[in-house]
């Protein structure tokens, strides 16, 4: 019997940690056309996927960006009643965050579901993104900021500007992150012993954003694509 430990979210600045024991054993698949898992099969399976994908995306880390903290930690938050999110951060001493809401989990329908979001959110990490996404932000608010600042306008202007500028920049490159971590997000979920076609079909349910400007996620067809593709080259 394995012991994996998850970070209940209790409150938003505190955190409590449970323990959940899983017994080992061939992954659920679901079938076409099956009854929703209940809340403690859905736990289940995620303390599973969990399990299984965490110490291959802490070796695709260490492979690709030896100098970065490889050593993942998963929380779960388990506030009630809030739309399927996952994401990736770090913790105040550096450490990589890969977090999962009670929304998500439910909303998966099979375990390669489950392990491509997992694998997509560490990819994130072992690419950096956040760093470059700061680094984005910063330039956008200087230049904005500088341009206000040239053309005289008040000093609240010149603050707004800078806001602009950030949330721009931020912005400017987040398609490409996203389909940089779907790729790498492909390798950690087949190298995991999981199906990545089959796991990205659970962006197909969501929202298509299409091709917005300065929309911070690509068209889910465009997406697909990367996966098939990455897919493929892994056979």
Do not use: W
């Amino acid at each position: 019997m394995l012991r994996v430990l998850i970070l209940a979210f209790m409150t938003l600045g505190a955190c409590a940690p449970v323990a959940i024991d899983v017994q080992t054993g061939p992954r659920p698949a679901a079938q076409p056309g099956a009854a929703p898992l209940s809340a403690s099969q859905a736990a289940r399976q995620f303390v599973q996927v969990a399990e299984t994908v965490e110490p291959v995306a802490e070796a695709e880390c260490r492979r690709y960006a030896p100098r970065l903290n490889c050593d993942f930690m998963i929380l779960v938050d388990d506030r009630p009643g809030q739309a399927p999110n996952a994401f990736q951060t770090l913790d105040r001493n550096g450490r990589p965050i890969l977090a999962f809401n009670l929304g998500l989990i439910n909303a998966v329908e099979n375990a390669d579901e489950l392990a491509f979001v997992m694998g997509h959110e560490a990819a994130h990490h072992v690419l950096d993104h956040l760093t470059q996404q700061r680094t984005n932000a910063t330039v956008g608010a200087a230049v904005f900021s500088g341009l206000a600042s040239v053309s005289g306008a008040s000093d609240i202007y010149v603050r707004e500007a800078g806001r602009l500028g950030a949330n721009v920049g931020a912005r400017t490159y987040s398609k490409d992150f996203e389909l940089e971590a779907d790729e790498l997000g492909t390798i950690i979920t087949a190298r995991a012993g999981f199906n990545p076609v089959r796991g990205a079909q659970f962006f197909t349910r969501l929202p298509d954003p299409g091709n917005r400007f300065l929309g911070t996620h690509p068209p889910n067809a465009a997406r697909m694509d990367v996966v098939r593709r990455t897919a493929a080259r892994l056979q």
